[in-house]
């Protein structure tokens, strides 16, 4: 029997067998992705064309840093997302500059407007996570990781205020997009991985922030995944997320599924590299990862998705290719 998209992913959520391998594929839409129309005519396109499982939806990956007053340099063309124009946060006293901004206004709400929109155009139900950022992320965003922990070091009380302040805006926006309808959120963390901080301080510098914001929606939503950026990512420490899913570069930096599979009883979303590391590949090595990971663990508990997000230039015949390799998992 075939399956909606939903009821696929649902069944690789609780470890269980599906009528074909589930997966998705998302990349941003640079210098179209601020116009909350052509974000969400850009993202249903790429789940039609491709018949993806589930839409996990690409604002540009500086939004939720914009209100607290930083400055973009904007590139030409639809290919380079736009850059910090110059660190916001340079000394440590400038952290005092942070203070809470709506999570519904500004430019939360161009991303809210892009998913109401999304789904008044969809003919069909089908998953959608919003991507959230964990704070500690968004405050990196705001300088370097290398800045904010040095910072840290200085007056970690001051930073505290800061990450507090991000977290209650997070936590807003991610309501109102339960609100509008989310089905979870892909909740990305750049700072969890070991060769920028010990266990203790992932503890009470991330974890703790991440699960405020986790716990907030976890009662109204079904599909969360936790996305660890890096490698050495701390996928151990981690497993006590209240999120359904975990993502990471499997690989290109490991560990391996089989590998993660020894301690988590998550299901795992990945399976093919990302970003330059997959344009370089053979389309033989793609057709490979493809096959490769609808038998890993029996088939069970799997969503093939990029380690992280796919280049915008990528050439559509190798998504095409990956969306043909899928359909041909599909169980007689």
């Not at 399956?3 to 067998?17: F, G, K, N």
Request: proline letters at 5%.
């Amino acid at each position: 029997m075939t399956m909606t998209h939903r009821q696929r992913i649902e069944a690789a959520l609780s470890l269980s067998a599906t009528d074909r391998l589930p997966y998705s594929m998302w990349m941003h839409f640079p210098n179209r992705d601020r116009h909350p129309r052509r974000l969400a005519e850009l993202s249903l396109a790429n789940q039609k064309r491709y018949d993806l499982d589930f839409i996990k939806f690409m604002p540009y990956g500086l939004f939720s840093t914009a209100d607290f007053g930083i400055d973009l340099d904007v590139v030409p063309g639809f290919d380079c997302p736009p850059v910090l124009h110059t660190p916001l946060i340079k000394k440590v006293e400038d952290w005092d500059k942070i203070r809470f901004v709506s999570g519904t206004e500004g430019e939360y709400a161009i991303v809210l407007e892009a998913q109401r929109i999304l789904f008044s155009m969809m003919d069909e139900r089908v998953p959608f996570l919003q991507t959230l950022f964990s704070p500690m992320t968004t405050a990196a965003k705001l300088c370097s990781s290398d800045t904010l922990m040095k910072h840290i070091a200085q007056d970690p009380c001051r930073v505290r205020r800061a990450l507090e302040n991000i977290t209650a805006t997070t936590i807003q926006f991610a309501k109102a997009s339960v609100a509008l309808g989310a089905d979870g959120f892909f909740l990305a963390t750049q700072l969890s991985v070991s060769n920028i901080m010990d266990a203790p301080t992932h503890e009470s510098l991330v974890k703790k922030y991440d699960l405020q914001i986790l716990d907030a929606v976890k009662d109204s939503t079904w599909f969360n995944v936790l996305h660890v950026h890096g490698a050495n990512a701390m996928l151990r420490e981690s497993q006590d997320y209240p999120v359904q899913a975990m993502s990471w570069h499997d690989r290109d930096d490991g560990p391996s599924m089989d590998e993660v599979r020894g301690y988590s009883d998550k299901a795992f979303i990945g399976g093919m590299s990302w970003g330059e590391n997959w344009i370089g590949k053979t389309d033989e090595a793609v057709i490979e990862e493809v096959r490769e990971v609808a038998k890993r663990q029996g088939g069970k508990g799997i969503i093939l998705g990029p380690g992280c997000v796919i280049d915008p230039s990528t050439p559509e015949e190798r998504l095409a290719l990956v969306h043909k390799t899928v359909l041909e998992t599909a169980k007689g």
